[in-house]
């Protein structure tokens, strides 16, 4: 049993990458644990047990919600409550590094407007067995958005320290490349089934994944207190 659930998480490769990001950000917790991303680690932890029961519940029967064999596999809704608390946590974090007072203010918006955007989703398709996919689009529109406009804000600012020891810096980059792909993922992998295997976009969202962790145990090893904004 323990054998083939070390089989299923090295198939799963992923989701020890999330171990390992958060062993590498609780070691260097200290050069990052006033800023806004001093709950970075919980975050990490918090993802990584989620695709760990996405797992136990996808294949074992003791995890499993549903009784009925047709929906014994289902695991989306745990992703569901994932993907907005992620969007919502990385709001805050911007709101809080942005200088703009006006964008601090949209940001507060856009987070009112995707958390109902999700609620209405919800209500539209059955959470437990679909993704809140225009939900997901939202908040990944919105997400790089305000990642884009942190980038406008450095290119103007005046720092003696390089971007790459900037925590936050590597972080924006691996979001950035992952949300402005994972809508159009997400839409294709329900809509058109056939053409989402056809286009290999199960292991391009997988490298996807790889890259974003890897920019975050990038900035973690890199970054320095000062270079931090």
Request: aromatic share 24%; hydrophobic share 50%; with cysteine.
């Amino acid at each position: 049993m323990l054998g083939e659930f070390m089989n299923l998480l090295m198939e799963q490769f992923y989701v020890p990458l999330y171990l390992i990001t958060w062993v590498v950000a609780v070691y260097r917790y200290k050069t990052y644990f006033d800023t806004a991303l001093k709950y970075f680690p919980i975050f990490i932890v918090y993802t990584f047990c989620t695709e760990l029961l996405g797992i136990l519940i996808k294949y074992s029967n003791e995890f499993q919600f549903f009784s009925d064999d047709r929906y014994s596999w289902h695991n989306v809704i745990i992703y569901n409550f994932y993907q907005l608390i992620t969007f919502l946590f990385f709001y805050w974090v911007y709101r809080n590094v942005l200088r703009e007072k006006s964008a601090k203010k949209w940001i507060k918006y856009g987070a009112y407007l995707c958390t109902l955007t999700y609620v209405i989703n919800a209500f539209i398709s059955n959470p437990l067995h679909n993704h809140l996919t225009y939900g997901d689009i939202l908040g990944s529109i919105m997400l790089v958005i305000i990642i884009i406009y942190y980038f406008i804000e450095k290119k103007d600012e005046k720092n003696p320290f390089p971007q790459w020891q900037n925590l936050l810096f590597w972080t924006s980059i691996g979001l950035l490349i992952f949300y402005i792909f994972f809508p159009v993922m997400m839409l294709v992998g329900i809509t058109q089934q056939e053409l989402y295997y056809k286009l290999h976009l199960r292991q391009i969202f997988l490298f996807l994944i790889a890259f974003m962790y890897s920019c975050f145990i990038i900035g973690f090893l890199a970054g320095k207190r000062q270079a931090f904004r």
